[in-house]
């Protein structure tokens, strides 16, 4: 059964700071891998979505890299903001179709302090 | 922008009350989700639609069923609410069919008591 680690649970660094958010899988035969961002009290927003055949997706400050055959992936965040303060989700989809069912890690919580 | 919409942010039931949970989306989307997701054990599928009175089970469907009438609306259901029901549900939705694997869009999330 797929297993998905987020390492820290909890994160907290000063404005302007870059970091590197962790995503661990069990199973790396995985179709593609998504980073979600969720505020508290709130429903979770789509990042980026990585393909298993890419290795990398970037938006804006953002940049998401995939090494499947280690089981893993990183969320890289430049240059951070307090307004990147925020739970942050990898899930991954374990086959093709299926309509993307996806199995979820527990987040890194990230408070970025003025 | 895709907007699913949660028809309550907060609900308060007792227990043995059949709790309704609606969830409608305006893109068009095949897909359809519910999640729930409690500290510690992270978000978790409970039923999955890939088109009109289309479900599929997810990982934890016991004491939940659903209903698809129409493409828009997905509604989960509570037959006989108990306590450790008490959670945050989340509907998603993504284009496509069965055959898919595209970006899913949340709702704001409900966060359910029961009592």
């Known amino acids: 059964k797929q297993e998905v680690t987020q390492i820290p649970a909890a994160l907290s660094v000063p404005e302007g700071e870059n970091l590197v958010l962790n995503c661990s899988f069990t199973d790396s035969a995985i179709y593609n891998l998504q980073w979600f961002r969720q505020d508290p009290g709130k429903g979770l927003t789509s990042l980026l979505l990585i393909q298993s055949s890419q290795r990398e997706q970037t938006s804006g400050r953002l940049n998401a890299s995939l090494d499947k055959s280690s089981g893993r992936s990183t969320l890289y965040i430049a240059a951070s903001q307090p307004g990147d303060s925020a739970t942050y989700l990898c899930a991954v989809s374990p086959f093709a179709g299926g309509g993307n069912k996806l199995t979820f890690g527990t987040g890194t919580q990230l408070k970025v302090e003025l | 922008d895709v907007k699913v919409t949660q028809s309550s942010r907060y609900l308060v039931k007792r227990t043995g009350e059949k709790v309704f949970l609606e969830c409608v989306q305006d893109?068009?989307?095949?897909?359809m989700f519910w999640y729930r997701q409690d500290p510690g054990l992270g978000l978790r599928l409970i039923y999955f639609?890939?088109?009109?009175?289309?479900?599929e089970k997810g990982d934890i469907p016991e004491g939940y069923s659903v209903s698809r009438e129409k493409k828009e609306r997905f509604s989960l259901i509570l037959e006989s609410a108990s306590t450790n029901q008490t959670s945050m549900y989340l509907c998603?939705?993504?284009?496509?069919?069965?055959?898919?694997?595209?970006?899913?869009?949340f709702g704001s999330g409900t966060q359910l008591s029961v009592l």
């Open positions: 639609s890939y088109d009109v009175k289309m479900k």
């Open positions: 998603a939705s993504s284009f496509g069919g069965w055959a898919t694997n595209e970006k899913l869009f």
């Open positions: 893109m068009d989307h095949e897909n």
